[in-house]
T-cell receptor
Framework: KNEVEQSPQNLTAQEGEFITINCSYS?????LHWLQQHPGGGIVSLFM???GKKKHGRLIATINIQEKHSSLHITASHPRDSAVYIC?????????FGTGTSLTVIP | DTEVTQTPKHLVMGMTNKKSLKCEQH?????MYWYKQKAKKPPELMFV???????INESVPSRFSPECPNSSLLNLHLHALQPEDSALYLC?????????????FGSGTRLTVV
């Protein structure tokens, strides 16, 4: 069993739709990261969370420490949001990655 | 400067070649990492340097040799690689070890071994 599970694995949305990607983890963490990776490209860190909620533009990330669950929301999705979104957790000693959610936003 | 810069962006090398990947950051981060990422898979940790000392080596074959000449620079020396070593090699850095206070990735080096 992976320490970090993401759902869905693949997601296709129409432009303008509200998108949610979920992440559950099974280990104690000091922080959770949401990362974005475009095809063939490097990784961009979107958020680092240890509690509550953060917002950056159209992206919102939330975390529930008690439930060991985080969500990444994208409002008014756009084709340029098409990428792989990766949830990763830091336990203080280790960094565990989810397998990623591949998002395609269709114009 | 809030970036991790990796060079080259693309590299094609033969199995008998010796090449090096370079990673540089000027954010004052004291931990630096090498990851290997195969297509459609999450990154796999290879090495961690903390305060210029190798702190984690995830059983990586000796044909990969990391080097941290100073707190801003991390190299990965490659020698006698195999075609299965073709992958995206990502460098990252963090203020604290294992990303306790923020984590920045480079854009990667796409390596092809022929």
């Amino acid at each position: 069993k992976n320490e970090v599970e993401q759902s869905p694995q693949n997601l296709t949305a129409q432009e303008g739709e509200f998108i949610t990607i979920n992440c559950s983890y099974s280990v104690g963490i000091s922080a959770l990261h949401w990362l974005q990776q475009h095809p063939g490209g490097g990784i961009v860190s979107l958020f680092m969370l240890s509690s509550g909620k953060k917002k950056h533009g159209r992206l919102i990330a939330t975390i529930n420490i008690q439930e060991k669950h985080s969500s990444l929301h994208i409002t008014a999705s756009h084709p340029r949001d098409s990428a792989v979104y990766i949830c990763a957790v830091n336990t203080g000693n280790q960094f565990y990655f989810g397998t990623g959610t591949s998002l395609t936003v269709i114009p | 400067d809030t970036e991790v810069t990796q060079t080259p962006k693309h590299l094609v090398m033969g199995m008998t070649n010796k090449k090096s990947l370079k990673c540089e950051q000027h954010m004052g981060h004291r931990a630096m990492y090498w990851y290997k990422q195969k297509a459609k898979k999450p990154p796999e940790l290879m090495f961690v340097y903390s305060y210029e000392k190798l702190s984690i080596n995830e059983s990586v074959p000796s044909r990969f040799s990391p080097e941290c000449p100073n707190s801003s620079l991390l190299n990965l020396h490659l020698h006698a690689l195999q075609p299965e070593d073709s992958a995206l090699y990502l460098c990252a850095s963090s203020q604290g070890r294992q990303g306790s206070y923020g984590y920045t990735f480079g854009s990667g080096t796409r390596l092809t071994v022929v």
